[in-house]
C-alpha cells in the first residue's frame, strides 16, 4: 500500500521560499505520476502541479507557473514542489497524490489520484 506523507510547510514571508517534499513509503514511485494539490479551508481544492512518473514531462497552474518547480528523486522516493516568490494567497494546505503513470490536461481534478497524504501548511505573511 502506497503511503505518502508531505513535510516542508511553515510560515514564510512574502518574497520566500519554501520546498515541500513529498515522501513515499510501501511502494516505489517510479511507476505513479505525483501531483500537488492544494486547499484553503472553506474553499476549492486547486490542483496545482503534476510529474509524470518517468519525470518527463511536468505541469503547472497558472497561479503558480513560473514561481513554482515540482521535481523527483525516485533514489529517495520523494517529490519535491520548490516554491519561490511566495504570495499570501498562496497560503493553503499543500497536499500530494499519487496516479498511475502520467500527467493527463486535467490533473488538476484529482480524479485520477488514487493515493494521497494528509497535508503540509503553508501560511505566507508578514
Known amino acids: 500500500q502506497l503511503q505518502l506523507v508531505e513535510s516542508g510547510g511553515g510560515l514564510v514571508q512574502p518574497g520566500g521560499s519554501l520546498r515541500l517534499s513529498c515522501a513515499a513509503s510501501?511502494?516505489?514511485?517510479?511507476?505513479?505520476?505525483i501531483g500537488w494539490f492544494r486547499q484553503v479551508p472553506g474553499k476549492e481544492r486547486e490542483g496545482i502541479s503534476c510529474?509524470?512518473?518517468?519525470?518527463?514531462?511536468?505541469r503547472y497552474a497558472d497561479s503558480v507557473k513560473g514561481r513554482f518547480t515540482i521535481s523527483r528523486d525516485d533514489a529517495k522516493n520523494t517529490v519535491y514542489l520548490q516554491m519561490d516568490s511566495l504570495k499570501p494567497e498562496d497560503t493553503a494546505d499543500y497536499y500530494c497524490a499519487a496516479a498511475p503513470r502520467f500527467c493527463g490536461p486535467y490533473y488538476y481534478t484529482g480524479e485520477l489520484f488514487d493515493y494521497w497524504g494528509q497535508g503540509t501548511r503553508v501560511t505566507v505573511s508578514s
Open positions: 510501501g511502494v516505489t514511485l517510479d511507476s505513479y505520476a
Open positions: 510529474i509524470t512518473s518517468t519525470g518527463g514531462t511536468t
